[in-house]
DNA sequence: ATAGATGCAAATATTTTGCCGCCAG
DNA sequence: CTGGCGGCAAAATATTTGCATCTAT
């Protein structure tokens, strides 16, 4: 893992500078998984994401590169990816409904930081966290291999309209 | 708030110090909202519960209770009591499936650690948890009213087995 | 060649909504 | 009394599965 970061900006929007360097297809080929035309589109959709994306706009984007990749696929590919650890999963409090987007994540976990209000998102990383997870895994004894910590609030632009 | 703390075990079953103490009822009631026959039976349930709950887990057991109450209804109360802080909604990162697990809440926030083998889940608190979601209040100038932290990984219990 | 992937359609699962009669305050 | 609530049925959303066919290796 390269130790490339993830720059963030306050409107939840992403710029992966693991775009379009493959890193997904090196993943999966590493594991000896097979890459498919379909697969290689929907890694390419995540690692090009500007923000978290519902696997519904996966599909329209995996569509505007190839219009015959389906639904199902799509699903499949993500459930692929989430069971090697490659992408997270996550629900963003369910602040626009219960469904679930799906992100590429770098070599550093984040937080989500995600406003009640406006629906901003914000990610946030801190040694602060590492160290907590440190903890955790220490007193649980427990060897983590996945987390996810989701933080909702109103952010200072709401507050001051209130 | 009374500062009655919450009692965990390993096994990610709750023994909450609150239970049948009609908590969420006072803080309905204090909010002028309407107690119907339905919504007691609710409440109850998410009171004394052992663990986390899904939906349908809930009704069964309101339906134990008042054999009469519906899904709906169901599903509307967990809205308010949502809606209103006083019961945080997890997915427990999916570990079993897509469906939406409840928990009312103490005082203070807990993580959730699972292991994504055999499925347990533990509840955790730290002051570094505490310091943390200070930390993110500060930087991201936001004002928290949720937090929610899921962390996956292989118990010692199934590290030994494998 | 062949294990494993995709596509299609249908099945599941979960949550939400419209409408009307009913009840808590 | 009356506005909010619950029940019913149906809709909307989201995700998964069986099976025949195709394809990456």
Chains 1, 2 share one sequence.
């Not at 801190?126 to 649980?140: A, G, H, M, N, P």
């Not at 933080?151 to 507050?159: F, K, Y």
Request: a positive charge; glycine letters at 6%.
């Amino acid at each position: 893992m390269s130790g490339t970061p993830l720059h963030r900006v306050s409107t939840g929007e992403r710029i992966n500078v693991n775009a379009a360097s493959g890193h997904l297809q090196r993943e999966l080929k590493a594991r000896r998984i097979r890459l498919t035309r379909q697969r290689r589109v929907v890694l390419q959709v995540m690692e090009s994401a500007a923000h978290h994306m519902d696997a519904n706009e996966i599909l329209d984007l995996a569509q505007k590169i190839d219009s015959k990749i389906t639904r199902v696929t799509v699903y499949r590919t993500l459930d692929l990816l989430k069971g090697h650890g490659l992408i997270d999963e996550l629900d963003l409090l369910h602040l626009r409904g219960h469904r679930h987007y799906y992100e590429s994540h770098g070599p550093r976990d984040h937080i989500h930081v995600a406003c009640i209000q406006c629906g901003k998102v914000r990610e946030f990383e801190s040694d602060l966290y590492e160290e907590l997870k440190r903890q955790i895994s220490r007193d649980c004894a427990i060897e983590i291999t996945v987390t996810r910590t989701e933080v909702g609030g109103l952010c200072a632009e709401c507050r001051a309209k209130a």
